[in-house]
């Protein structure tokens, strides 16, 4: 449970850490879409060294990233694997039964997974820097225009932070209910598939009602403290882009241009 | 059926760029057929130390022996069902872990998790229910539909039921009435009446001075002070202030007595010691 890295947020005071979040945000997401377009190695090795600029910037260990790497290993591994026998085309490198595997293929598997590993670590530098009542704040800023069409984008950011707010907390909750039904001799381990999908129904079960419970009171505290609706509720936190913002759009520009440039001569 | 902790360490993720190391150096014996009370201020690794009597956590490095069962770091999941056999653990609000459609089903989970026939199962936990003052008819009721308190009881007896030999209390009484908080000491002396080893946390020192034979007393991941309640709380003044803890009601009351010049040979540790000391000591002022 302790070393789930994907969303966690880590304290900090680094360069990135200073950055708006919603900078951060659309640094995020055109990074993501321009990688939708490497093609090359030359366009690969610059969205790495881009990459690698930011981590560095976070002032944080290369380990940490490393470990939120690790649970999608498996997930980064089937692509590859899929990726690998599935891409048709010429020279064939060596046959497995029916199935082919092809130097496109090759070339196409380790793209996918540098593709793959970069999105991840561009996300993680994000959700790393970051608080999540920031990213939902980010969010809710980023989408008021769509107030105008009557999205109701101030609950669903306030909905969206309250349900980041509760992902630590039910880690917590599951921790310890799975704790009380393991002094009881709950195994996951031991017996077929459908014993095994039994013993989780005293953990599930528990953890519902909580989660409701928890729900119910939160639902109280903050009628009690003159909740009406979230639309009209002023922040404490007024997001405000700064100089560094700049820089950091500036930066990605320039990555965003190089790598057009790179696709339009070809290498 | 002694337990023992051997040079025991412990980290919360150790080996990673985030191990939070919480226990360190603990070197404690707890002894067979006594009460022993766990007390220090929040955040002093009590709770995870508790988790360590049956394998929930194991040491970093160091051992941890429970009868005959030696817990190390390298300690297979599966050799830990025969010890929390053994133990019967009850968390910090246990009413959280209720999940069966009754009572009596629910207090049944453990027996049967540990290889009891399912009448036995139910002889065991009717008794673990009496033992923990759940009437009768309420035993095929939903646990949901019960109060808190007794929700508490129901999880206790949950604990009890596959009758271990050894029983362990986080803050048991956190959040009982008077009445409740009365019940569960008596439960402690039953249990320890029946040959049971029991440890429990405490933040309530006249608990601990009414039940408990020993007291460890933790302070920052470190075990300060192991000993007898007369011991331990006849400690200077000034060290309890140190570790951030109480004395028990008699024992400030002493100290006020003593502030205003009436001094006491030693500090009592109950309300009828300071009355037969007072008698004693000061008869004839």
Known sequence: MNNIMIGRFVPGSSWVHRLDPRTKMIVTFVFIFVMLFASSWATYALSAAFVILAIRLTQQPFKLYWDGLKPIFWLILFTVVLQLFLTPGTPVVFHVGPLQVTWPGILNAIYVMIRFTLIILMSTI??????????????????????????????????????????PLLMDETQKIMNAQKSRGMSFSTGGPIKRARAIVPLLIPLFVGALQRALDLANAMEIRGFKDAASRTKYRVLLYGRQDVVAFIGTLIFVLIFIGIKISGV | MAITFEQVNFSYGAGTTLANPILHDINITIADHQVTAIIGQTGSG???LIQHLNGLLKPTTGQVTVD???????????QLTKLRAKVGMVFQFPENQLFANTVLEDVMYGPLNFGYQTDEAKQSAQSALKMVNVAENLWQNSPFELSGGQMRRVAM?????????????DEPAAGLDPKGQAELLELVANLRQSGKLVVFISHQMDHVV???????VMQDGHVAVQGTPADVFNRDIDWFKSVNLDLPRAGQFAEQLRA????????????TELATMLNEEHKHE
């Open chain 1, 126 to 167: 994000m959700t790393l820097s970051t608080p999540p009542t920031s990213i939902a704040n980010a969010l809710e800023s980023l989408l008021a225009p769509l107030n105008k069409i009557h999205v109701p984008v101030a609950e669903l950011a306030l909905m969206l932070s309250i349900a980041l707010r509760f992902v």
């Open chain 2, 46 to 48: 009590k709770s995870t």
């Open chain 2, 68 to 78: 005959d069962l030696i817990v190390t770091n390298a300690t297979k999941e599966k």
């Open chain 2, 157 to 169: 007896a949950g604990a009890l039921a596959s009758n271990p030999d050894i029983v362990v209390m």
């Open chain 2, 210 to 216: 009414s039940v408990a034979d020993q007291v460890i």
């Open chain 2, 260 to 271: 205003n010049g009436v001094s006491l040979s030693r500090r009592p540790l109950t309300l």
